[in-house]
């Protein structure tokens, strides 16, 4: 049976039963690491605060009141970490420092896992050169599957705002990856 993330962390909450929290984690901690990897550009970052964030949630209760989805609420729990980590070094992420190390996904061939694998970094490594909202909203749409309303929730945006960003952030990708010479873009 394939539990909803409300449903276990609940069961988590009641019981304390640690194998139930490790799959929330086993669900959520890749595509956590790449998002707040968006905010600080340093993978020993964004995976120190994506364990931060894992940790705030276990010690729960916290906040969660089922208005958005579990999974809408980790995510603000860690940009809200990567945010405040900014502010106490008072740096701004450069875009600069992309670096993919995404798992590809199964071939038919080594060639095309390994043009897979390049197209994959090429299109990270452009997402990495975007405006930080647009890369963000670009990657809570496509990459976590969230709607507007819960990317939203993710941004602390209206709903409106949300539209226009993807819009904006859509075409500015095109462009990158034209420039990068994806014909298709």
């Not at 449903?7 to 690491?33: C, G, P, Q």
């Not at 340093?42 to 579990?70: K, W, Y």
């Not at 809200?80 to 875009?95: C, E, G, S």
């Amino acid at each position: 049976m394939n539990e909803t993330d409300e449903v276990l962390y609940n069961r988590y909450l009641a019981t304390r039963d640690e194998s139930v929290f490790v799959i929330l984690l086993d669900r959520h901690k890749e595509t956590l690491l790449l998002f707040l990897n968006g905010f600080v550009h340093n993978f020993d970052d964004a995976e120190e605060l994506m364990v931060d964030t894992f940790a705030e949630v276990a010690a729960g209760p916290t906040l969660f009141s089922g208005r958005s989805s579990f999974k809408t609420w980790l995510f603000s729990i860690g940009k809200n970490l990567a945010l405040m980590r900014l502010r106490k070094l008072r740096r701004m992420p450069m875009a600069d420092e992309a670096v993919s190390e995404e798992v590809p996904d199964a071939a038919d061939t080594p060639e095309m896992q390994l043009l897979k694998e390049e197209r994959q970094r090429q299109l990270y490594t452009a997402l990495q050169q975007l405006h930080e909202d647009y890369r963000q909203i670009l990657m809570l749409l496509y990459f976590e599957d969230m709607s507007h309303e819960e990317a939203a929730r993710v941004m602390g945006k209206s709903k409106r705002q949300v539209y226009h960003l993807a819009e904006r952030g859509r075409a500015a990708l095109k462009e990158k990856l034209e420039r990068m010479g994806f014909a298709d873009a």
